[in-house]
């Protein structure tokens, strides 16, 4: 079945360090894939997407591209803020039937120090 | 500021009484969604409306009741809930139910007391 395997988290960074969180998926044929995050006492909010193979999908300086050849998504930021601090989940989507289903990763805690 | 905007925020309940969570979007999305989300843990699907249709159920309890009054509504009809029902409720939107991405609003909290 599809399935999404996630870095266990929590990730600790200072301000200004680098950010990999690492994704990986199992599907067949070619699945979207998401990167969404929760901020604390919020819902998710879609921070970036790609659709096919090599696509690059960036948004507020995070950046993941798609990865056929090793079935990844991985995210990174050259320089995380403390606002940056959140949980990340990394996601796929494929048509099942008529209806898409978003099958999610297990979460990603990212905590920033000043 | 998020396009999917749900009330209430927060939400107790004793287990024997009905509420409803309600979601409203208006960006002209045809395909809807009801999530629980436990703590530390992803959201879980449970329901599905493409075209104000139901169209797919997650196995979820019959105490959990879903609408779709109109293409902008959605609401979940709650009665007799337990405790373990205790979590985030999210609702999100997507122009229809293929693969375009999932707009989430920022829930309602509920308390089964």
């Known amino acids: 079945g599809n399935s999404v395997t996630q870095m266990e988290g929590p990730v600790t960074l200072s301000e200004e360090a680098f950010l990999t969180i690492n994704c990986t998926y199992t599907?067949?044929?070619?699945?979207?894939l998401f990167w969404y995050v929760q901020y604390p006492g919020e819902g998710l909010q879609l921070l970036l997407k790609a659709t096919k193979a090599d696509d690059k999908g960036s948004n507020k300086g995070f950046e993941a591209t798609y990865r056929k050849e090793t079935t990844s998504f991985h995210l990174e930021k050259g320089s995380v803020q403390v606002s940056d601090s959140a949980v990340y989940f990394c996601?796929?989507?494929?048509?099942?039937?008529?209806?898409?289903?978003?099958?999610f990763g297990t979460g990603t805690l990212l905590a920033v120090q000043p | 500021d998020t396009e999917v905007t749900q009330t209430p925020k927060h939400l107790v309940m004793g287990m024997t009484n009905k509420k409803s969570l309600k979601c409203e979007q208006h960006m002209g999305h045809r395909a809807m969604y009801w999530y629980k989300q436990k703590a530390k843990k992803p959201p879980e699907l449970m329901f599905v409306?493409?075209?104000?249709?139901?169209?797919i159920n997650e196995s979820v309890p019959s105490r959990f009741s879903p609408e779709c009054p109109n293409s902008s509504l959605l609401n979940l009809h709650l009665h007799a809930l337990q405790p373990e029902d205790s979590a985030l409720y999210l609702c999100?939107?997507?122009?229809?139910?293929?693969?375009?991405?999932?707009?989430f609003g920022d829930g309602t909290r509920l308390s089964i007391l």
């Open positions: 599907a067949t044929g070619y699945p979207s």
């Open positions: 409306y493409s075209y104000e249709k139901l169209s």
């Open positions: 996601a796929l989507t494929r048509k099942s039937g008529a209806t898409n289903k978003l099958i």
């Open positions: 999100a939107s997507s122009q229809e139910t293929g693969t375009q991405p999932q707009h």
